[in-house]
């Protein structure tokens, strides 16, 4: 290498003028140039009919979904190598395998009929003590409306003995007392048609409440021992849409 020269390598570039070494990373100096930017290809025409082409993005969603579950087989057969052939658990005589998944068995029969019979009478109770604050809501709103409807008038009857008299009472009248605006008016009126609503909706959720109440009854009495069966359209007196039942008579000790 003479006075003045170079040397490249693959990262840096010394630039060499008699005892000044100058050193300039070729990192940058690749930034500073501008480049074109590749794009990926779309799919091509002629291979339209095997859907989109996949992209880079695409392919680190695959494969990093692959190497999960490759990781969880992985993890199941170390498991299963290395497992405790004396453990147990309840699981294991609780549950059964469908079509390779495991399901506990059904708990719908894990209550006695008595235990059932309790929590059927605590619901009745609960149903029947917000159908009783309901009702006593509604009496309570009604009796409101009832006091606002039924308001007396402040209107006072004058007797004048002439013309003259009766426009002075008119008078004096309009000036002691203060016409409501328009505004309380309509606020008065928008409040009252609240109320109105509300009670109706009160009175409704009684009506279902109500409902509830006596189905619950009937599912509490069609649980309790006795033969019974459900009688047909022709033999009910009173038609009804609800389903109507029979005990068959026992003699008491």
Request: net charge positive.
């Amino acid at each position: 290498m003479g006075a003045k020269g170079y040397s490249q390598n693959a990262a840096f570039q010394v630039l060499v003028a008699g005892d000044c070494f100058v050193l300039l990373n070729m990192s940058s100096l690749r930034n500073a140039v501008s480049r074109r930017a590749h794009k990926e290809r779309a799919q091509p025409h002629a291979r339209k009919k095997f859907g989109l082409l996949e992209k880079h993005k695409d392919y680190v969603e695959r494969a990093q979904a692959f190497h999960k579950k490759e990781d969880t087989l992985r993890k199941l057969k170390e498991k299963a190598a290395f497992r405790n052939p004396d453990e147990f658990y309840f699981k294991m005589i609780k549950s059964r395998t469908v079509d390779g998944v495991h399901k506990l068995e059904s708990e719908a029969n894990k209550y006695t009929s008595e235990e059932l019979m309790l929590m059927k009478t605590q619901d009745m109770g609960y149903i029947l003590q917000k159908l009783q604050s309901e009702k006593k809501k509604i009496e309570k709103l009604a009796a409101v409306l009832h006091s606002v409807d039924n308001q007396q008038s402040n209107r006072h009857v004058y007797y004048a003995e002439d013309r003259e008299e009766a426009k002075e009472i008119q008078f004096h009248s309009l000036k002691s007392t203060s016409v409501p605006t328009n505004d309380v008016f309509n606020d008065s009126k928008r409040k009252t048609s609240a109320s109105y609503r509300e009670l109706e909706a009160r009175r409704n959720r009684v009506s279902q409440l109500e409902k509830l109440y006596m189905d619950m009854a009937l599912q509490k009495e069609l649980q309790k021992k006795g033969r019974k069966r459900k009688l047909r359209e022709d033999e009910i007196v009173c038609p009804t849409s609800k389903p109507v039942y029979k005990w068959r008579p026992e003699r008491k000790r």
